[in-house]
Every structure is written in structure tokens, then in C-alpha cells.
């Protein structure tokens, strides 16, 4: 009777281990963050989708010189411990004669100084004081995990606390953000946000974890069982984590806000489905605005239509002001 106690124990572990270790790259690849930054982002900018459906596929001379135009600022370094102990960093750039203060939220392994790029001289020239942040395991920012919004979710409120503190003339506040930083933005909506923060931007942000990383499973690395795989990241994401896939999910937020929304997806974007803000839209209960951009791929909307993009900009500031 023991021998077969210790053979079944022994299957049994054999089976949760095989059961667990198929989703074991595929949590290394999409959330984990510690190890050689560089080398993973190096990585995952190699992937076919990531290789199309970033600025520099078209328009590298655009987000180039963006970027530069960011480094050669003056900006000062900001800092905040988010609510799970991780110092969190910023770089705030006032505006002369500033109108507003803007948050930018920036994407899944990027950088404020990269996701806008093209639009933050913009916003800096129409009297926009910028606070660029770091998500967490990004730039300056500690971590070891990016959680889809789950946790970033609560680091743009606190940002916007902070920001709100240093606003000293009470000027409205503009949460601002591209991909996953869209994402965090629209859930940290169903927070309590500070009075000043009069609207929200979100360009190309996904609805949900779970579905964002099932188009990525299914769709680029062509896998089976992507529900059984989801499973077992959840899991991971859950013991070794600390959040589950559950709390990264705009549904919610998106039925309790109240602030003002302007919505942008390129209709090309096969990295975060132009769907993803259709039914964020959709969800949204607040004053809203959907602009697609036909022929724009994944935060490339402001580059694909410029003109058209900057003057929606400013027409929803202009309406919230």
C-alpha cells in the first residue's frame, strides 16, 4: 500500500511538472523581465510582428529624430515607491506658459521617450508640461515582472497623484497612453483619480491579458491548446507574480469612468487587434471619441496621419481644458 502511495505521489508530480513546464517559456518571454534587459529586448524587437508594427519599420527617421529631440531636453528625474515597494522613475519636462500636464503611459517593453517620440515636442510646443514614465522593469524603474496593467494599473494613480501634487496652478491633467500603457490608463480609470485629471488618451490599447496574449499565442507563435497554455501562465504569473491575469482587464474600469475619453487605433495593427479599442469603446460609459487610422500598424497612427491626428489631439484638450 505504500509503494503504491509513492508511485501515484510520484506521477502526480511528474504530471503537474510536465503540465506546468509547457508554460514556462512562454511566461520567461511575456513576463518576466530581470535578466539582461537589453538581451530581451533585443529579443523580442527581433520577432517578425514586433519587426512591422513599430515606427521604425516606416517611419524611422520620424521616431528617430523624436527620440533625440527627448534625450536633448532638460528633464528632471522624478521618483515614487509604487504600492508593492518598487521605486518607480519619471522624467518630468515642464512647459513655458503651460495650459496642461500630460502623463505618458508607454507600451509593453518600451520607453516613454520612444512610444512618443513623434508627439511629444508636439504636446511640449501647445503648453503641455510632459511627465514621461518609466513602467515598472522598464528604463529607470525597478521590477522584475510586467503585469499587462495589473499592477501598472495602480502605478499610473499614483503617478497622477504625484503629477497633481506638482501641479501647483491646478491645471487639468491628461492621462495619456500607447499599447499596454493605454491599457494601464483605462483600468487606472477605475480608480479614484485626482479632480484636475479632465480626460484620458488611448492609442492602440488592448481589452485584457487573457486576450492580448491568446492573439499573440495563437496568431504569431501558431500555437495549440492556448487556453490550457493561459492556464498554466496564470498560474506562474500567480505564485511567482503576485497577480493574477484576471485583474488586467479594462471591463470594469470601463463601466465605472466617468472622465472623458479620446480613443486611436491603426487599422493595420496586427500586434493589438484594432478590435481591442473597438470594444474598449464600446465598454466605455463616459464622453467618448473613436478615431481609426486606415493604414497605420501598431503606434504608428500619429506618423500614418498626422495632421488629422494632432488636430484631434488638440480639439479634446480644447473641449476638457
Known amino acids: 500500500m505504500k509503494n503504491k502511495i509513492i508511485k501515484l505521489s510520484a506521477v502526480a ?16 518571454l511575456m513576463i518576466r523581465c530581470k535578466k539582461n ?22 517611419f524611422e527617421k520620424e521616431y528617430e529624430a523624436g527620440k533625440a529631440w527627448c534625450r536633448n531636453q532638460d528633464m528632471e528625474d522624478c521618483y515614487i515607491r509604487s504600492a508593492d ?21 508607454h507600451g509593453y517593453k518600451g520607453s516613454g521617450f520612444g512610444d512618443f517620440a513623434y508627439i511629444a515636442e508636439f504636446l511640449h510646443e501647445n503648453r503641455c508640461d510632459l511627465l514621461f514614465i518609466d513602467q515598472r522593469c522598464c528604463g529607470a524603474s525597478e521590477g522584475e515582472f510586467i503585469t499587462f496593467g495589473a499592477k501598472e494599473q495602480y502605478d ?21 497612453g500607447e499599447s ?15 479632480q484636475e485629471v479632465k480626460g484620458l488618451i488611448a492609442d492602440c490599447g488592448f481589452w485584457s ?16 491548446w492556448v487556453e490550457l497554455l493561459l492556464l498554466r501562465v ?24 466617468k472622465i472623458p475619453v479620446l480613443f486611436f487605433h491603426g487599422l493595420e495593427d496586427t500586434y493589438v487587434l484594432p478590435e481591442n479599442t473597438v470594444y474598449n ?41
Request: some cysteine; overall charge positive; hydrophobic content about 45%.
Open 180 to 194: 499596454m500603457g493605454a491599457a494601464a490608463v483605462l483600468m487606472a480609470s477605475g480608480h479614484k483619480l485626482p
Open 13 to 28: 508530480a511528474v504530471g503537474t511538472g510536465l503540465f506546468t513546464a509547457f508554460g514556462w517559456p512562454f511566461f520567461e
Open 85 to 105: 515597494g518598487l521605486m518607480l522613475h519619471a522624467y518630468y519636462f515642464p512647459a513655458e506658459n503651460a495650459e496642461r500636464a500630460v502623463l505618458l503611459s
Open 156 to 176: 499610473v494613480q499614483s503617478w497622477a497623484c504625484y503629477l497633481a501634487e506638482k501641479n501647483k496652478k491646478k491645471l487639468p491633467i491628461y492621462l495619456y
Open 209 to 224: 491579458m487573457k486576450s492580448q496574449l491568446r492573439d499573440i499565442a495563437a496568431n504569431w507563435f501558431h500555437l495549440h
Open 37 to 58: 534587459k537589453k538581451l530581451t529586448k533585443k529579443k523580442w524587437m527581433g520577432l517578425s510582428h514586433t519587426k512591422i508594427n513599430h515606427p521604425r519599420y516606416k
Open 234 to 257: 496564470d498560474l506562474f504569473c500567480r505564485f511567482l507574480a503576485g497577480f493574477s491575469m484576471k485583474g488586467a482587464d479594462t471591463t470594469d474600469a470601463m463601466g465605472r469612468n
Open 281 to 321: 469603446y464600446s465598454l466605455c460609459r463616459a464622453p467618448r471619441e473613436l478615431v481609426l487610422i486606415p493604414g497605420a500598424r501598431h503606434l504608428c497612427s500619429a506618423y500614418e496621419a498626422p495632421e488629422l491626428y494632432r488636430k484631434k489631439l488638440l480639439d479634446f484638450l480644447a473641449k476638457y481644458d
